[in-house]
């Protein structure tokens, strides 16, 4: 009886040379009609970073949600450092920080080892190519969810992909907040909408995933499963964003410019609400 055997990662080398072309291919053709004067957010390998300092005018419950970074964050570059909405271009460059971003790395790796501990799929079997296969497939599944979400539908639609931290987070408010900000998130005018390209992104991501994935992955079971998983990671890593300037500053590490800012904050007379 023969056995089934699926794509090792030596063998997930040509999808991924496919997908990145069609990605750069897409963000290119949008990126050169961005508008010019717009802001963007700086990647984390700029040796300079200027931010906008002018308060947002915005009102309600989203322009409490605060806490700007005066440095973009190398472990977190979707942390917000201005008031100002991003243009295309901005998005693709952060779509691309994302997707070498460490947790994106880091998260893959662990991912795929607790997964060759339990020998899930079966289709990978074990062996360093099996754990190269699992890291390739958990990668690229987050890559392109960066590129649905972060840029693509959120060029389309209008939507800042960003994290806006709050600038003095408590647990409870932080659990709150960070689940919150799955279902909403801001358009470009700075208002609250819902998060469409936040949910539609990883969606597409794990349906593109069952091209590459083992036969047993591929149904609309697993594939709903995955995306579940995925928007409880986010909510976890929703709440490390929220607290990563607070960390700094409790640190002492001032000096890497890491903290929250209030000068860029807008001003609101209304004082938070616990619901």
């Known amino acids: 009886m023969s056995k089934h055997r699926t794509p090792q990662f030596s063998t997930f080398a040509p ?3 496919w ?3 069609s990605v750069l291919g897409s963000a290119l053709s949008m990126a050169a009609q961005q508008p010019p004067g717009a802001s963007t957010q700086t990647g984390p390998d700029s040796s300079v970073t200027r931010q906008s300092a002018t308060p947002a005018t915005n009102e309600g419950s989203a322009a409490r949600f605060i806490g700007y970074a005066t ?5 977190f570059p979707d942390i917000a450092t201005s008031p100002g909405p991003l243009t295309t271009g901005g998005k693709f460059k952060l779509f691309v920080n994302q997707s070498i971003s460490p947790p994106y790395i880091l998260v893959s790796g662990f991912s795929a080892a607790f997964d060759q501990a339990r020998d899930v799929p079966k289709g990978y079997g074990q062996g360093w190519d099996a754990y190269g296969g699992r890291f390739g497939s958990n990668m690229a599944r987050a890559s392109s969810t960066s590129f649905f979400g972060t840029f693509l539908l959120a060029s389309l639609l209008h939507e800042d992909p960003r994290f806006f931290p709050e600038s003095k987070p408590s ?10 900000r799955i279902v909403l998130t801001r358009n470009d005018s700075g208002k609250d909408v819902f998060n469409t390209s936040g949910l539609l992104g990883p969606l597409a991501s794990e349906a593109l995933a069952n091209v590459y994935l083992p036969t047993s992955e591929q149904t609309v079971g697993k594939t709903f499963t995955r995306f579940a998983v995925d928007l409880a990671w986010r ?3 929703n709440m490390f964003k929220d607290y990563w300037p607070t960390f700094f500053r409790n640190m002492g590490l001032n000096r890497l410019k890491v903290i929250p800012d209030p000068g860029n904050a807008p001003r609101t007379r209304a004082k938070p609400t616990d619901h």
């Open 15 to 17: 999808w991924g040379v």
């Open 19 to 21: 997908l990145l072309g």
């Open 71 to 75: 440095n973009p964050s190398i472990f």
């Open 171 to 180: 647990f409870g408010r932080s659990l709150k907040y960070s689940t919150q």
């Open 235 to 237: 909510v976890g890593g």
